[in-house]
């Protein structure tokens, strides 16, 4: 059989993805070419022709994106920052929206001018801020902890895969963050934390490659999205140092929550709420003061 223009294949796949109420069906419809050929999406018009077995392929896994299972669970892979991870079924897969958390504590670091700074990772999942950080900064020392066991070996799996590439490890813990007794010798001594815990309140309406495929447990916090971040912000009171900071990630419907949890707090100060690229509130940062007692000292 002659082979096959790989455009009208694409304009096929965009139409049943959208079809099936894929949002960015044509994007989508690009990226599982340019995964299932291995190049770049951007030069997927350097291949005008395929196989009719590369047609076939496509087919296949286009019917699995219009069945709405996740992108990245079909590719087996997503990015944070400039860091590929695998990802797949037990895992939640990061989100766009996150990279700029991530940017946030780039930047804190950078302007901080330390060397060799301790951060912690809170709610890892696929070990995505963990990474992208130790990537970016190799003198860093950090550790990030996850409580779901499907979850945790993803992680394991990405921290493996970035170690053999050159990254500096990262400790990576199986933990509760909301636990009193969790990294107790840390206590006073990290520099950072970031976290992008579960927060999306219980009854939430979801799109179902979220519903369906991102753990429970990674999504849901409580009837108000709060259940883990509140317990959170007394661990993380005392991890940080003083002058340490804090970003955590929250959903579009409890940002002045979460920033009144840590303004609550004699021991955080600067409490500043940032938006996403569509301005709805996105995640809370805070920086770790001094107390009257501590300042005496």
Known sequence: MSRQPLRLAIIEAAAELERAGVPSARVDAELLAAHLLGVERTRLGLVP????????????????????????????????????????PGVFVPRPETELLLAWALAHLEASGLRAPVVMDLC??????????????????????????????????????????????????????????????????????????????????????????????????????????????????????????????HDDTNGSETAELFRARRVFGHVVEHPDLAGRPRFVVAHRVATDVEAAR
């Not at 022709?49 to 892979?77: M, W």
């Open 49 to 88: 022709l395929v196989d009719p077995s590369v047609i076939e392929e496509y087919r296949t896994l286009v019917a699995r994106r219009a069945e709405r299972i996740p992108l990245q669970y079909i590719v087996g892979s997503t990015a944070m920052g400039n860091v590929s991870l695998e990802v797949g």
């Open 124 to 249: 890892t999942g696929s070990g995505a801020l963990a990474l992208a950080i130790a990537h970016a900064r190799p003198d860093a020392v950090v550790h990030a902890v996850e409580l779901e066991p499907r979850a945790l070996a993803w992680a394991r799996r990405n921290a493996d895969r970035r170690a053999a590439a050159g990254d500096t490890p990262i400790n990576l813990v199986q933990g509760d963050v909301t636990d009193r007794s969790l990294l107790t010798a840390l206590e006073g001594g990290v520099d950072l934390i970031v976290s992008n815990p579960p927060y999306i309140p219980e009854g939430a309406v979801l799109d179902p490659e979220v519903a369906d495929h991102d753990p429970y447990s990674a999504l849901f916090g409580g009837v108000d999205g709060l259940s883990v971040i509140k317990p959170m912000v007394n661990n993380i009171a005392r991890w940080l140092r003083i002058g340490g900071a804090v970003g955590v990630e």
